[in-house]
């Protein structure tokens, strides 16, 4: 069993940047793909960002350039850096390991 937990999040300037954090415990498969979705309010559920055991990364195109996954292995960790921060990225963002989801960090981003 996976446990998730996401830290990070907050309020932020259009333009700004921020870091989100995934603490990954339990029994972690090596294969499992490590990943970022979000929802804002009245919209879907969106995938953000995913990186698989290959190291091969899949970014949605509303993120692309400006949001970075990454996986720290030796910590177990999971990193979402987001810059240029825009009021659409407004949203709470799960990080969800092979299926798993935590339960949601908010970020609010501000003009």
């Known amino acids: 069993q996976v446990q998730v937990m996401e830290s990070g999040g907050g309020l932020v300037q259009v333009g700004g940047s921020l870091r989100l954090s995934c603490a990954v415990s339990?029994?972690?498969?090596?294969?499992?793909?490590m990943g970022w979705s979000r929802q804002a309010p009245e919209k879907q559920r969106e995938i953000v960002a995913h990186?698989?055991?290959?190291?091969?990364?899949y970014y949605a195109d509303s993120v692309k350039g400006r949001f970075t996954i990454s996986v720290d292995n030796a910590n177990n960790m999971v990193y979402l850096k987001m810059d240029n921060l825009k009021l659409e990225d407004t949203a709470v963002y799960y990080c969800v390991i092979g299926g798993t989801w935590g339960q949601g960090t908010q970020v609010t981003v501000s003009s």
């Open positions: 990186v698989d055991s290959t190291g091969t990364t």
């Open positions: 339990g029994r972690i498969s090596k294969w499992y793909v």
